[in-house]
């Protein structure tokens, strides 16, 4: 999705925080999305914020929204193996969600 | 929660075969589905609309008569590949919006695990 943009690559250490960014372009957009995609498996959804809202917590994932510079971010607290996956954030445009390329996140031992 | 089957997880077939994709709502009915093709390495990228009884809505540059696609009940709709060739070798994923939530603007999407599809 050429409207919404990620880093594509982040290694992170078992035990640490990884956060992943976002940044997206259609102003209008009323909900953004955290997807999940593990290695041949389709995307599971993790999280979704509100436009109107500037953080939204569950468990160890935090999601930041800055409106006002179209920012995204996903923490996710104590990094297991098993949060090895891409990452997607998405937006709403009208009646389609666009997706970033993903953030492949890496986590090594 | 919501649950999307999508079948066959995977697909061999030979160039200039067709193979048809299934795509059902299990514990929902949906309205509309959306169908993604996704390269490796790459993200989504949507292909169709499927609307139930009534034609799906393709994007730009997707042809319709090499990708049919059929929503024939709130609870399935199918991509058909017709005539094969290794450049439609892909990962396609579909999913749905239930039936009755809030425009999709309101409401995330259940996705299918995905076909991969590659043709010799």
């Known amino acids: 999705g050429e409207d919404v943009e990620q880093s594509l690559f982040l290694s992170v250490r078992e035990g640490d925080s990884s956060v992943i960014n976002c940044t997206y372009t259609?102003?209008?957009?009323?909900?953004l999305y955290w997807y999940k995609q593990e290695p041949g498996a389709g995307l599971q959804l993790l999280t979704y914020i509100f436009s109107n809202m500037d953080m939204k917590q569950d468990q160890r994932l935090t999601v930041l929204l800055n409106k006002k510079d179209k920012h995204l971010s996903l923490r996710i607290a104590d990094t297991q193996t098993g949060d090895s996956a891409i990452y997607f954030c998405?937006?709403?445009?009208?009646?389609?969600?666009?997706f970033g390329a993903g953030t492949t996140v890496t986590v090594r031992a | 929660g919501a649950v999307v089957s999508q079948h066959p997880s995977w697909v061999i077939c030979k160039s200039g075969t067709s193979v048809k994709i299934e795509c059902r709502s299990l514990d929902f009915q949906a309205t509309t589905m959306f169908w993604y093709r996704q390269f490796p390495k790459q993200s989504l990228m949507l292909m169709a609309t499927s609307n139930e009884g009534s034609k799906a809505t393709y994007e730009q540059g997707v042809e319709k008569d090499k990708f049919l696609i059929n929503h024939a009940s709130l609870t399935l709709s199918t991509l058909t590949v017709t005539s094969a060739h290794p450049e439609d070798s892909s990962f396609y994923i579909c999913s749905a919006q239930a039936t009755g939530t809030p425009k999709v603007d309101n409401s995330p999407l259940h996705f299918g695990n995905g076909t991969r599809l590659t043709v010799t």
């Open positions: 259609d102003s209008s957009s009323t909900y």
């Open positions: 998405a937006e709403i445009g009208g009646y389609k969600l666009s």
